[in-house]
């Protein structure tokens, strides 16, 4: 393990002593930990009791934080007085704010200045921004540290945020990240512990990798269930189900069978840092307390280069000018005189000197980093031709009669409207069952929710599922489908529902959807020609850039403040065939 200057102890004396009962030798900063109890147990204070030590001993720890308590490590445990002298990136209390897309940053921060730190992911809006932030990070740290190893250890707090056992699809990639880190970061000198209260939903697969856990009070059936899950995996041969509720607060049950070799109840020592996890108390609160002074100007400066090239880098930021300067192309457009028979050509200005410098200036970015090969993917070379095709097009000379037009013909060409067409694809081919006779479902409801499931197979949400179906997922009729469906063993799950192997049997042949372009026009196709259709296409037409509702609107001929407009993005997004907020951009999965 690599010291700082100043460590007071040599590495063979260090022991990282949380308890009277247990001292911990330095080699834990590398391994995997493991605090599970049920809430105001004492499982974050007892990691937190870790932490203090590793910062006595020299070693560095990064913390990642959904809950926005680990700020208390920088008071003293009278909440007014200066604590631990470490940055708080981002939360309500932090030195400095973060944002979704600066994971990577963060990680390039840590690894190159090699600080302890506590990151606050609390005040992400969406689920979404935070497991981006979370797999930009994870990625980064680990591929940084393969090529730098180092002894430094990471606290997850709720980690079932993290490494859920059931992620759904905008966590997948960030499971994978640190599933990856978890198995194979030791070898690079990264260890970690995981905290939950709720042990039942934090992946499997991470949580056996355990060495060493702290099980805290729990009551819950199914956390209990999860531990002993864990014993016996360890192979230990303990009956524990009646003990964890009888565990006092701040006395956790510590087990070790390869690592340390230990089974035993110890009591956490007293911190010396100020306990933000506490629940708070009328009349006592921190939110008022301002944390200790620490030097932040160096760290904004090394920031401000790092942030500029990761928007240069950013897909999705030349992605956002270009739908900028197609904005603009419009507006100008719009100002232009209407032609008339026998007029003149002459210059219209398209776009202003400043603008020309600005978009000279990324390009030209981009290009500098290509040159250092500074990680430029494919999709960011492909931004960099769509701008440079743009700044061909609007440095031509106009004429009066001439336009600056999006681009929405006709690569997917919109399928021929027809009066009261069902958007619900068609019953698909069926076979009989095995013994001959013709399966009970029918042609209805019940067959058309049963297709959807078989088509996504990792299952849908009732709104997901009615929309596919062409029900209301709020209508009696659909509640009596899936109830029915339920009983047969035909479906399985609440939140998420999934086809089961029964029902697949009892469905028969089915029609799967295409892949690639094909996914694309079988949509356009199910859309039947509508607003929802126009929408979708002028997306696809644009991928894989973004588009303003306002550029939106014009291009599907719908007004984008009109109730109708919001009904079929809602559909859309429904249907998985779109994704973001203030711009849409098509789904990538029509393109994969």
């Keep these: 393990m690599r010291l700082r200057p100043g460590a007071a102890r040599g590495v063979a004396a260090v022991k990282l002593r949380i308890s009277d009962d247990l001292a911990l030798p330095v080699e834990a900063v590398t391994e995997k930990l493991g605090f599970l109890g049920r809430t105001g147990s004492g499982k974050t204070y007892a990691a937190q009791r870790l932490a203090e030590e590793m910062h006595a001993a ?21 909440g007014k007085t200066p604590g631990l002298p470490i940055p708080v990136l981002g939360g309500l209390r932090g030195d400095i704010p973060l944002e979704p897309g600066g994971g990577a940053l963060i990680a390039n921060l840590v690894v190159d200045r090699g600080i302890s730190v506590v990151i606050d992911v609390s005040q992400f809006e969406s689920d979404a921004d935070k497991a981006r932030f979370a797999q930009a990070f994870a990625d980064r740290f680990f591929f940084r540290k393969k090529a730098a190893p180092s002894a430094v250890h990471l606290f997850i707090e709720e980690c079932q945020e993290f490494v859920p056992q059931n992620p759904q699809r905008e966590e997948a990639r960030m499971l994978h990240a640190f599933t990856r880190m978890w198995k194979l970061g030791r070898n690079f ?22 060495e060493l856990l702290f099980c805290f009070q729990l009551t819950g059936p199914q956390e209990r269930k999860t531990i002993e899950g864990w014993i016996s995996e360890k192979g230990i041969d303990e009956d524990i189900a009646a003990e964890l509720p009888k565990l006092k607060v701040g006395h956790p ?5 390869a690592w340390l070799r230990v089974s035993k109840e110890i009591a956490i020592s007293r911190k010396t840092t100020f306990d933000a996890s506490s629940t708070p108390t009328l009349g006592k609160t921190a ?15 090394e920031m401000a280069a790092t942030i500029e090239r990761a928007k240069a880098e950013d897909p999705r930021e030349l992605r956002r000018q270009i739908a900028e300067l197609q904005k603009e192309a419009r507006q100008a457009k719009q100002h232009v005189p209407g032609p008339a028979p026998a007029t003149k050509m ?19 970015a981009e290009a500098r980093v290509a040159e250092k090969g500074l990680e430029a993917n494919a999709k960011a070379l492909a931004c960099l031709k769509a701008m440079q095709t743009a700044l061909e097009a609007f440095t031509r000379k106009p004429t009066a009669q001439q336009a600056v037009p999006l681009d929405v013909s006709s690569r997917h060409p919109l399928p ?45 949400t009732n709104r997901q599922l009615g929309v596919r179906a062409g029900l209301s997922s709020r209508s009696g009729t659909f509640s009596t489908y899936i109830s029915r469906a339920r009983q047969a063993g035909w479906i399985e799950g609440t939140g998420i529902v999934r086809i089961t192997d029964a029902g697949l049997r009892a469905l028969g042949d089915f029609e799967p959807l295409p892949e690639g372009p094909a996914l694309a026009d079988y949509w356009l196709r199910e859309l039947g020609g509508g607003g929802a259709a126009r929408i979708l296409k002028a997306l696809i037409d644009v991928y894989p850039g973004a588009l303003p509702h306002e550029l939106l609107g014009q291009a599907a001929d719908i007004s984008p403040r009109s109730g109708t407009y919001s009904t079929y993005v809602s559909r ?20 994969a």
Excluded: C
């Excluded at 000198?189 to 355990?210: A, M």
């Excluded at 249907?575 to 203030?582: A, D, H, K, T, V």
């Design 58 to 78: 020299g070693a560095q720890f990064v913390v990642l934080d959904p809950v926005g308590v680990w700020y208390g490590l920088r008071l003293a445990g009278d």
């Design 189 to 210: 000198g990264i260890g970690g512990s995981l905290l939950s209260q709720r042990p039942q939903e934090v992946n499997k697969k991470v949580l056996n990798l355990t």
């Design 253 to 257: 049950h510590v087990w070790s069978p």
């Design 287 to 301: 939110a008022g307390r301002a944390l200790s002074p620490i030097d932040l100007e160096q760290l904004r400066g």
């Design 346 to 364: 002459r210059e219209v200005p398209v776009i202003k000197a400043a603008e020309m410098k600005r978009l000279e200036a990324a390009i030209a």
């Design 416 to 460: 021929r409207v027809t009066p009261e067409r069902p958007w619900a694809p068609p019953p698909p081919r069926r076979r009989n069952l095995e013994n001959g006779a013709p399966s009970d479902i029918g042609r209805g409801g019940l067959y058309r929710i049963l297709v959807a499931l078989a088509q996504r197979r990792q299952g849908l």
């Design 572 to 591: 859309l997004r429904t249907l998985e065939l779109i994704e973001g907020r203030n711009e849409l951009r098509a789904s990538e999965e029509l393109f």
